[in-house]
Antibody
Framework: EVQLVESGGGLVQPGGSLRLSCAASGFSFSTYWMSWVRQAPGKGLEWVANIKYDGSEKHYVDSVKGRFTISRDNAKNSLYLQMNSLRGEDTAVYYC??????????????WGQGTLVTVSS | DIQMTQSPSSLSASVGDRVTITCRASQSISNYLNWYQQRPGKAPAILIYAASSLRSGVPSRFSGSGSGTDFTLTISSLQPEDFATYYCQQSYSTPTFGPGTKVDIK
């Protein structure tokens, strides 16, 4: 059974940093692209970043470029999101998700339960 | 960036109703379109990928169609567990989601 478990969320002051983790199990982690998606309270979904299975490609939404870094450790079956210079608008539930890449593009086939990040003084 | 719009933003329906949700992209995205369902307090779950492919395990009452800029998600006979918010998402370029369509009980 595919499982994705996020951790590392919490309350942080504006300008602060936080590192989110996503522990993957039940599949061959090193062969899948992975994504982070966030959802501000009461709002819709926003894709944040993704990373190729070997870590050689990374992509970000414009609003987090230069502040967030996605990474992975395939030996530990783990995905990470380092978040620096946090702002109030980064407050959201952050989900990690496993991608399916194929004909018709990519899709987010499995999701974790999410971890809440609150940026406030 | 490719902008996604959905209509309606919300709808009220009864169990057994046929429900159609429309998604439009700001430019052609071929069939690079996915649909997700999100129940309150839960993570999203994929229903349809590549515009019309039903994800394994998803009930056949869900179907997707369209290509280019206009897409449709149809629920042929609404069930109690289908009351949720539905999002479309394009993967043609940097992924973007539509604003969502909330389906609630009439």
């Amino acid at each position: 059974e595919v499982q994705l478990v996020e951790s590392g969320g919490g309350l942080v002051q504006p300008g602060g940093s936080l590192r989110l983790s996503c522990a993957a199990s039940g599949f061959s982690f090193s062969t899948y692209w992975m994504s982070w998606v966030r959802q501000a309270p009461g709002k819709g979904l926003e894709w944040v970043a993704n990373i190729k299975y070997d870590g050689s490609e990374k992509h970000y939404v414009d609003s987090v470029k230069g502040r967030f870094t996605i990474s992975r450790d395939n030996a530990k079956n783990s995905l990470y999101l380092q978040m620096n210079s946090l702002r109030g608008e980064d407050t959201a539930v952050y989900y990690c998700a496993r991608e399916r890449v194929g004909v018709g593009g990519s899709s987010l086939q499995y999701w974790g339960q999410g971890t809440l990040v609150t940026v406030s003084s | 960036d490719i902008q996604m719009t959905q209509s309606p933003s919300s709808l009220s329906a009864s169990v057994g109703d046929r429900v159609t949700i429309t998604c439009r992209a700001s430019q052609s995205i071929s069939n690079y379109l996915n649909w997700y369902q999100q129940r309150p307090g839960k993570a999203p779950a994929i229903l349809i990928y590549a515009a019309s492919s039903l994800r394994s395990g998803v009930p056949s009452r869900f179907s997707g169609s369209g290509s280019g800029t206009d897409f449709t998600l149809t629920i042929s006979s609404l069930q109690p567990e289908d009351f949720a918010t539905y999002y479309c998402q394009q993967s043609y370029s940097t992924p973007t989601f539509g604003p969502g369509t909330k389906v609630d009980i009439k």
